[in-house]
């Protein structure tokens, strides 16, 4: 199996609704604080693109919850590649409880797809997905970079 890029996260009073359990938006929320800390940290010459005329446009999200998370709990939110296609990639979450008092648990799994394009923001089009970007997440989803490569 591939290895997993790691973002984690101590949940927060402002992190939970009035029962007390995570407002299921922030599941989302920390899906793109892990995209971006992965970049930061594996490809940070995407961030400088970034700033110049690329764009990662989020297709679509999706989060499935298995089990309730309260505020003080610890999670390790896990990214993986799932496919990586000439301009768009998916990419894969697990949100796993961690920390004392238990065994770690899975208690959400979710995924999202992204379009990576560029030019003006009224004529956008596709564009492929970086090789900086391809580079960094070969150790996450070695298999579909892997088909990428022998599709081109």
């Known amino acids: 199996m ?7 996260h101590t949940v927060g009073f402002e992190e939970t609704n009035l029962v007390g359990n995570v407002y299921y938006v922030n599941h ?31 297709l679509k999200v999706d989060c499935e919850f298995f089990a309730e998370i309260t505020a003080f709990d610890e999670l390790s ?3 993986r590649l799932v496919e990586l296609a000439r301009t768009q990639l998916d990419m894969g979450f697990d949100y796993v409880r961690t920390g004392p008092g238990g065994p770690e648990a899975l208690v959400a799994r979710g995924r999202q797809r992204v379009a990576c394009m560029r030019g003006p923001n009224t004529r956008t089009v596709p564009t492929p997905v970086p090789e900086p970007l391809v580079r960094a997440l070969l150790p996450y989803g070695a298999d579909a970079v892997r088909a990428l490569g022998e599709a081109r």
């Open 28 to 58: 989302l929320r920390w899906q793109g604080r892990c995209r971006e800390l992965f970049l930061k940290e594996h490809a940070p010459e995407v961030l400088a693109d970034l700033r110049a005329d690329l764009k990662l446009f989020t």
């Open 77 to 79: 939110v896990r990214m």
């Open 2 to 8: 591939d290895e997993y890029y790691e973002y984690r």
